[in-house]
């Protein structure tokens, strides 16, 4: 009996390794090519990627709370627009100058009188305060009155005509104070230095309005004790405090409004 031969269909392949050697090869040189396509950039390329990086960061500016501002290439920085200044009205312009002119005025008086009481300014009777209402005179009363009295010296009377003349020639109020120490005065004509102050006041007023200040002007107040400009414990203290003030007056009077209706 023949023994049959056994024949073999499929043949082992020994070299399939070569199949997957070749794409190993294909991937690794795709990778190489990609590779040095990376590491081959165009110089001039990267200069103008370069410059434009450090050209944003120069114009980089900060505000106060740390956030940066990146500020467009070639764009000046425009500063912040100023406040819009309120326009002067004809209204306010015309207040401005007068008030310009009063101030000027009321210099031009102040020097007058300096010239004029200049011996008794010399001697520390009369002393000139400027105020953010104009000026004040302010007169020792042992120049003006003698003690306890309301008549001028003969002395005095010289010297006040010679301010009311300078008085006289501008239209500025004029307020005459009366003031005393705190010593007291009991007498048939002053019952107290309520009285004796309002005529110390009122005798300057009237020798004024004789000498050509007009009435409408001159306004006479007393005081008495109640406004002292130092303490009334010493004698030069008491003495500083019997005085009269004359208070040239810069600003006028407005008209009253009746807020009962």
């Known amino acids: 009996m023949t023994r049959k031969k056994k024949f073999h269909d499929d043949h082992e392949n020994h070299e399939r390794w070569l199949v997957s050697y070749a794409d190993f ?5 795709a990778f190489f ?8 950039v165009n ?15 120069k114009n980089t500016q900060t505000q106060s709370s740390g956030k940066p501002i990146v500020v467009i290439q070639g764009t000046p920085i425009q500063p912040p627009a100023p406040l819009p200044i309120p326009a002067i009205t004809p ?3 015309l207040e401005e100058e007068k008030k310009a002119k009063t101030k000027q005025k009321m210099k031009t008086v102040a020097g007058d009188i300096t010239k004029v009481l200049q011996p008794l300014i010399t001697e520390g009777k009369v002393k000139l305060i400027e105020t953010s ?3 004040t005179i302010e007169i020792n009363d042992s120049v003006l009155f003698p003690p306890g009295q309301a008549k001028l010296q003969a002395v005095s009377i010289t ?9 006289a020639s ?3 109020p004029i307020t005459i104070e009366g003031h005393t120490d705190n010593t007291p005065i009991a007498t048939v004509q002053f019952p107290s230095n309520w009285e004796l102050s309002a005529m110390r006041a009122t005798t300057v007023l009237r020798l004024f309005n004789d000498a050509g200040v007009s009435a409408e002007r001159l306004t006479a107040i007393g005081y008495g004790e109640t406004r002292p400009l130092e303490t009334n414990t010493t004698i030069e203290g008491r003495s500083r405090n019997r005085r009269v003030s004359i208070l040239i007056d810069s ?3 407005e008209e009253g409004k009746d807020i009962t209706e």
């Open 133 to 135: 209402r104009g000026v």
């Open 91 to 93: 209204d306010q312009r």
């Open 251 to 253: 600003n006028r009077p």
């Open 25 to 29: 090869i294909t991937l690794l040189f």
């Open 170 to 172: 501008s239209d500025f």
């Open 43 to 57: 110089e001039g390329k990267y200069r103008v990627l370069s410059d434009s990086l450090v050209s944003a960061f």
């Open 33 to 40: 090519v990609v590779m040095y396509a990376i590491s081959s």
């Open 159 to 167: 010297a006040l005509s010679a301010l009311a003349q300078v008085i």
